[in-house]
């Protein structure tokens, strides 16, 4: 990997805060001097051939203007262009033992609307991504229901469907940070979130269709990769909105999203929606398996420890800008962010300038969809002045976001999950952005 | 113009109205849509393999504390630690009696599991962590018997088995409740919503997590063509250098280090020189093959491929090139 020294790397980046406000010509020339000064990293000299060159721009005809291109399914299946290649998932490394049982993140600062492409949602194994052969693949349906089944993923798909967009949220995002900050980029501070359109049968469908005895309660679902996931859900929600789903936006499942079917519990923390699913059992008692008992439990500062804490709360953050999108100029700049709530649509936001002193009221833009990513957007004149940047969403139950602070005093800090509170940007002067807690 | 001759239009039109007008479904009782095949009691046994706090589930069967303790240290401890201490970011399974409310609570097993039945049934769907379903129900008990133990649960000479289960009594049984949020009132406040000179910043920790992909973008933030031709054949220079070196340690993350890393099953530790001495001398080819197609030793067994049968043979060669030049 390349790597500037801490010496270089200051040194670039004065050398492009002071070359910000120079005219396009003065700069590049000024960057490439500044960029020679720091000649010997690779990063460097290759930084210095990019700037160099303006063969491409006008009065000049760009080489791909000139020449033919590709044909027709010459890439069968289409890639994004080999220019957003850092438009990628990424972990980090030392939060898990092992990545067979770990995560990765949404690159969110990226994004754009609200549906998060299928191989950019984030990633969460218990024991690893398992190959499924979806004709080898069964969904049983068993305990207390009149007739027992196992489906096929050719029988599934002849139940009528149904397609939404809602998000899907690990309730682990933004955890790191209950005793503080540790991450320093929105990606590893917002990115076990994604939000897509899902296209699968109404679970309720296939429990009418076995038919339940009066006396269910709760359903078990359960994965078929190593880790066998499993997970209680009460039969309200079973037969309320959750869905068994094959398609996301609009092809099959990616395996990384549980290739052929899993279930999907909109609003609800990630790991309800059991992927690769293979059983679903019907009974009268939540099971207590591992992952809501020793793991997805709320401890809270007595002792106690809260359960079936299933709904990810109202929650928002600002996109644009952020550690990885700074503000490289100073003028009008379009404010961005995206909010959502698992109670049900974002009806509100609002973006503080200075830390919670005073807020404005932000407009959504697009698509405003229950339990889905939202985005909303504010006009701003920056003139290089220092801001402590919020965003706090309200829904439609009336829910608003709260502060760390007022999360803090009920939960204390070893709660790890549901840490849905307001985030703090640093603004600094020089347009740099970084990840700040307020006290 | 469709080239049809009128007999085959003709049939067209009547194959069309016999089918095109299927019947409205109204009702929905079970059994409506007919899909599926019935899950047999045989079937359903197979697969039915949770376990409930009230013993629903739980397979005939028995376990001794002393029989766990065999399987633990084989099966177990290199991640768990010999006493259940989690070794680097395993998870710890025994102590922490007493820490729920403290600062850093430790959150094992015997501190906060609030029912055994959830430790055996885990134990049998998904351990050990390479080789899940793999543990028969009296290893399960006995497994179950020894964590028990190391928790101060059960004496030594416990034998735990189906009908004393569910007499097991977890400390930390009555340590949990339904969630009841929403928690917290913020009023939305608009305007003076706190004094300005009470904010303080608590700095970020800088330099833990991975931000090369933030300066490198920033960076190079005008593109044009020939940046990316150079990028491009700076990064294909780049690649053959340290291809072999990457390539040979992501492989080794995702596949080798979960027994490579701790030493599990017999494998020789990552790093360690001792372990590795030996298998050095066969020679480095030997080595490769071993990899490749699997090895059964003294120690232990080499799958082949790691057990992942989907990694090339230059990837395993790259793997095992970087655990050898890791050795110290």
């Not at chain 1, 004149?381 to 009920?410: C, F, H, M």
Request: with cysteine; charged share 25%; net charge negative.
């Amino acid at each position: 990997m390349k790597k500037l020294s801490g010496n270089t790397k200051d040194l670039l980046r004065e050398i492009k805060a002071e070359a910000a406000d120079m005219p396009v010509l003065e700069r590049r020339n000024f960057l490439l001097r500044g960029l020679q000064l720091t000649a010997g990293t690779a990063f460097a000299m290759s930084a210095a051939r990019v700037m160099a060159s303006d063969s491409s721009l006008p009065p000049n005809v760009p080489i791909w203007t000139k020449s033919l291109g590709r044909g027709v399914v010459s890439e069968p299946y289409g890639k994004p262009s080999r220019y957003e290649d850092d438009v990628i998932r990424r972990t980090v490394s030392w939060l898990t033992a092992t990545p067979q049982s770990s995560i990765s993140m949404t690159p969110i600062h990226e994004m754009k609307g609200i549906i998060t492409p299928s191989g950019l949602v984030f990633e969460r194994y218990h024991a690893g991504l398992p190959d499924v052969n979806p004709d080898e693949h069964r969904l049983m349906i068993h305990g207390m229901v009149k007739n027992p089944i196992t489906l096929t993923m050719e029988d599934l798909m002849r139940f009528p469907s149904e397609s939404v967009i809602h998000f899907l949220e690990c309730p682990a995002n933004g955890g790191m940070e209950w005793h503080g900050t540790q991450m320093e980029a929105l990606q590893f501070t917002h990115g076990m979130l994604s939000c897509c359109e899902w296209t699968g049968v109404k679970l309720s469908t296939i429990l009418d269709e076995v038919g339940i005895s009066p006396d269910a309660k709760w359903v078990l679902a359960e994965g078929a990769d190593g880790a066998t996931m499993t997970r209680s859900i009460p039969i309200e929600k079973a037969l309320d909105d959750t869905l068994v789903v094959y398609a996301q936006n609009g092809e099959k499942l990616r395996p990384e999203q549980g290739y052929p079917v899993r279930l999907f519990n909109p609003g609800w923390e990630g790991n309800t929606s059991i992927k690769w699913l293979r059983r679903l059992e019907v009974g009268d008692k939540p099971w207590y398996q591992r992952e809501e008992t020793s793991k997805y439990t709320d401890l809270m500062p007595d002792g106690k420890a809260r359960k079936f804490s299933f709904i990810q709360e109202g929650n928002s953050v600002i996109t644009s800008p952020c550690p990885e999108r700074p503000m490289l100029k100073k003028g009008v700049h379009e404010l961005e962010g995206i909010a959502w709530s698992g109670r049900g649509t974002i009806k509100r936001v609002d973006v503080s300038f200075d830390g919670g002193v005073s807020w404005r009221q932000a407009k959504l833009k697009g698509l405003v969809l229950p339990k889905a990513i939202t985005r909303f957007s504010l006009e701003i004149n920056w003139q290089g002045e220092p801001l402590l940047l919020q965003s706090r969403s309200i829904d439609d139950s009336g829910y608003v976001q709260p502060t760390l602070a007022q999360l803090k005093s009920v939960r204390g800090s070893n709660s790890i999950y549901h840490k849905n509170s307001i985030h703090t940007w640093k603004l600094d002067t020089d347009g740099t952005v970084s990840n700040v807690q307020l006290g | 113009m469709f080239n049809w001759d009128n007999k085959k239009l003709s049939k067209a039109i009547l194959f069309i109205s016999i089918f095109a007008t299927p019947q409205i479904v109204w009702s929905q009782d079970a059994g409506y849509y007919g899909l599926g095949e019935p899950a047999t009691k045989s079937e359903i046994a197979g697969w039915d393999i949770d376990v409930r706090p009230d013993g629903q589930g739980l397979p005939e069967g028995s376990g001794s504390v002393s029989h766990g303790e065999e399987l633990y240290d084989a099966k177990c401890a290199s991640c768990h630690g010999a006493f259940g201490e989690g070794e680097g970011r395993w998870p710890k399974l025994a102590g922490g009696m007493g820490t729920l409310n403290k600062a850093k609570p430790d959150k094992t097993v015997g501190s906060y599991w609030p029912y055994a039945s959830t430790l055996w049934d885990y134990i049998h769907r998904a351990m050990p962590f390479t080789a899940p379903q793999s543990l028969t129900a009296d290893e399960t008990y006995s497994l179950t018997a020894y964590v028990l133990y190391l928790n101060g649960i059960v004496e030594e000479d416990f034998e735990l088995t189906h009908d004393n289960f569910t007499q097991i009594e977890m400390p930390n049984k009555d340590g949990f409740y339904v969630d009841d949020r929403p928690d917290v009132k913020n009023p939305a406040c608009m305007e003076n919503c706190k004094d300005p000179k009470t904010i303080k910043i608590t700095s970020a920790i800088k330099g833990i997590t991975p931000l090369d992909h933030v300066s490198q973008k920033q960076k190079s933030n005008k593109k044009n063509s020939s940046e990316h031709d150079a990028q491009n054949s700076n990064k294909q220079e780049e690649l053959s250098k340290e291809s072999s070196i990457n390539i040979g340690r992501d492989i080794y993350g995702n596949s080798c280090a979960i027994c490579h890393g701790q030493g599990v099953a017999g494998a020789p530790k990552f790093g360690e020189k001792l372990a590795w001495e030996s298998r050095i001398t066969k020679g480095l080819e030997i080595l490769k093959q071993h990899a490749l197609e699997g090895y059964t030793g003294e120690s232990g067994v080499m799958p082949a491929k790691g057990g992942n049968p989907s990694l090339t043979e230059q990837e395993i060669n790259a793997a095992v090139s970087y655990m050898i030049e890791s050795i110290h």
